[in-house]
Structures are given as C-alpha cells and as structure tokens.
C-alpha cells in the first residue's frame, strides 16, 4: 500500500480484536445497490453499488491466501528416521494450512473490471520475518499485488439463475460492486502428492470399485507393503476432503478479515462448480475458462486446468502420469522447492534441513506412477472417482448496507467497523 494513502481503517484493522472477528463473524450478504424483489425482505438499497477499492481488495486477498514465510516443514518420520520428511511440495507458507505442505490451490477472483488470477502457491518469502515473528505489512502486500495477473476483460460471465447460481443466491452472487474470490485445488496433483505419501510410508492402493489389483506393484514389495493395499477411493475421497479443507480455511480466514475492515460478505458453496470453471457446457456461459473433457464412463464433466495459467497435473497437460509424477518431484527437489539446499529459510542451517529429506529416486517414481497411470488409464480420467480440479467454497466482499440491517434487525446485527467503515476507509 502507498503509505501516504493508507486510509485510518488500515490501522484499525491492526488493531482489531481477533476475538471479535471471531465472535463477531456472520454472513452479511445485503450490498449497497441490492435488492430483493419480495417476500418478508423486500427490500431496494437507496445506494448505487461501490466497488471495493484496491487497498480493500488487496487486504482480504491478502487474508484468504497471503505469503507468510517460509513453512516450517515435518520434523520427523518414525519410518524413514533419521531423514527429513517430503511431504511438502513449496517452501513458503500461506494464511492458511494445507494437508502435509501439499499447497495445491490458487485464487482466482472476480470484480466489475475483469478476472484476476492471485498467485501465491510457490512463492518464497515475500517479506522479510521480524524477530518478533511478524512482517511489514506494507511490504508485504506490495509484493501480493505483484502477484495478481488480469486473465479477462469484464466480470466473470455466470448468469444470475439457476442452474448456474443456486435460487437463494441469484440475487446477491457475482453482482455489480461485489468481489467475488474462487480458490481453486489441482486435485489431480494432490491425489498425486498423496500417492507419494503413502508410498512413503509403505502403502499401495487396489481398485476396490472395480475389485481389481494394480498389476505391476509386486515388483515394489520392498517399497511398500503388497499384501495389504488399502481402496484406491478411500485414498480420492481423503484428498477430496483434504483439498476442501484447505480452500475453506481460505474463505474463513478471508472472512475473518471482512469483521475487521467493516466489510459485509460471507463464504458460501451456492453456485455451480462446474459453470464456476467452464464446462457448463454452454458457449455464452464461459466461467473461468478451464478445458474440460467428458465421457461416456463419467456422469459429470472433468475440468483439468486453464492452459498457461493452472494446469493439473493430468493428461492432457502432461503426456502420461510419468510426466506428471517427474513434475511433482521438481516442485518438491528442484529449484525454489522445499527441499532444494539453494532455497532460502530461516533456519540457522537451511541448507544441511533441505539437504535432508530422502529424495524421490527412479523406483520410487516408478511405484507412484504405475498406481497413477493405472487410474488413468481404467478410469478415463485423473483421479478416476473425483474431480481432477475442485472448486468449493466461495468468498464474497462487499460493501454492507446498514440501512437494510437498521430496517430489519435489532441493535447489533453488525460491528462498529461497520458503522464505520465508509468514515474509515473512504
């Protein structure tokens, strides 16, 4: 932020009690420029819609996936003690956790200007930690906005109807002065990640909706345990999980932010995901944009990833699961990964810590891609039971119109930030 500009809510947000962020926090969707045609809430705002301005915008991005430094990795692994564990594919860390250090996911958000892409995933550290263990402020979100790149022009194209927008949300969702903020995972990768997991620790996986073994896997019995391979689903609906955890912490730590600048909003999963990525499969439904395939054999379309923006690590964008496999073990070992010794940290020896972790070897990748290119290749699709990208939750920001909460609530349906935002911030 420009420190000659910085409005006086900037410092009350510093200075707000996490406390009654927390207690505080409720979904307020009514905006200034709403309405809402009929029923016990009818209602049309007295105002015109007000987008957030950039500092406001940059701030809750900030929040929902913002550089915290450098991540503090797994410290140790009963199985393969004395090494390092590597787990992790980046070596920074974000406002939220991520199952392992996997890090799979990006923001994508919307306003009335465009389509913006919020890289953060693999950056390094992006301001300088203090000896307190915090950041300059300043600092840091002029390296974020740095982060954000324009991928189209106009707001994102989802019409206000069912099915696209379910029918409590047409009215609000995606609407003129809103900032609407989309985390996106390469599930694809994190099932990926996860099959390194295992293997890891000594796990394969067997085909148990089609009751078949993955053919090929005795030649690794001594990397993992072959007699007792646990279901290939339960290891694609762990990642699922996993993955929707990682995207809600976002949206809730977004969310948290919004208390503390006096911003209405509120995070929510009411739209469709798969017109959200594109493959609505109508022309002039567009959403993000992602390719997408479908199939006889799969009852949904499978989005895969937006060419040169965030692929998943899945055929088409690689060229068999191998690729993809090699890939994920450059993330991890290669230049800027977590356990490259070149990779800066704050350890007082980064480089013997990065240095530790066992690397994945050719047997190792062979093991993980067999079970990968099995999936694939039996399924159509990677991963074969889930979506290979998921999107789910959602965020919302936007300026709250008291008037409408004065009109139907009691004293206390918002915070003094929010009585005080437009004197604060404007």
Not at 11 to 35: P, T
Not at 325 to 341: H, I, M, Q, S
Request: aromatic share 14%; net charge negative.
């Amino acid at each position: 932020m420009d420190r000659e500009n910085i409005p006086p809510g900037f410092k009350d947000v510093l200075d707000f009690k996490f406390v009654d962020a927390l207690f505080g926090r409720r979904a307020r969707r009514f905006f200034l420029g709403a309405s809402i045609p009929d029923g016990y809430f009818k209602y049309k705002s007295k105002h015109d819609p007000l987008p957030l301005t950039e500092q406001e915008q940059l701030l809750v991005l900030s929040a929902a996936a913002g550089n915290t430094g450098w991540h503090n990795l797994i410290m140790r692994g009963e199985r393969y003690a004395p090494d390092l564990s590597n787990y992790a594919c980046t070596a920074g860390g974000r406002t939220f956790p991520s199952a392992a250090g996997f890090h799979t996911s990006e923001l994508f958000f919307t306003d009335d200007t465009g389509v913006y892409f919020f890289e953060t995933r693999d950056a390094p550290e992006l301001s300088r930690r203090s000896k307190g263990g915090t950041f300059d402020t300043e600092e840091l979100f002029k390296a974020h906005r740095a982060r954000i790149r324009k991928i189209a022009e106009g707001r994102l194209k989802i019409p206000p109807e069912t099915p696209y927008v379910e029918a409590h949300n047409t009215w609000v969702v995606n609407q003129p002065g809103t900032t609407l903020i989309i985390p996106v995972a390469d599930l694809a990768q994190h099932v990926l990640a996860g099959l390194c997991y295992y293997t890891q620790n000594g796990v394969c996986f067997f085909d148990d909706l089609h009751g078949e073994k993955i053919e090929g896997l005795e030649e690794f019995s001594k990397l993992v345990d072959i007699e007792n391979p646990l279901p290939l689903s339960f290891l694609e609906l762990w990642s699922f999980s996993e993955a929707t955890a990682e995207l809600s912490i976002a949206c809730y730590a977004g969310m948290l932010m919004l208390q503390a600048m006096g911003l209405g909003g509120w995070m929510f999963n009411g739209m469709d995901p798969f017109s959200v990525l594109g493959a609505s499969g109508k022309p002039d439904v567009p959403g993000l944009g992602f390719r997408y395939d479908t199939d006889e054999r799969w009852a949904l379309p499978n989005p895969t990833g937006l060419p040169g923006v965030f692929e998943g690590y899945t055929p088409p964008h690689y060229t068999n699961m191998r690729q993809a496999v090699d890939a994920l073990t450059e993330r991890k070992f290669g230049p800027d990964g977590p356990f490259n010794p070149e990779t800066p940290g704050y350890y007082k020896d980064t480089r013997t810590v990065r240095s530790r972790a066992r690397r994945h070897n050719d047997e190792f990748k062979a093991c993980v891609a067999l079970q990968a290119q099995y999936i694939y290749d039996r399924f159509g699709k990677f991963p074969g039971t889930v979506p290979s990208i998921l999107v789910m939750p959602y965020l919302q920001a936007q300026h709250l119109d008291l008037d409408f909460y004065d009109h139907f609530y009691e004293k206390g349906a918002y915070l003094e930030t929010h009585s005080r935002h437009m004197e604060r911030w404007h």
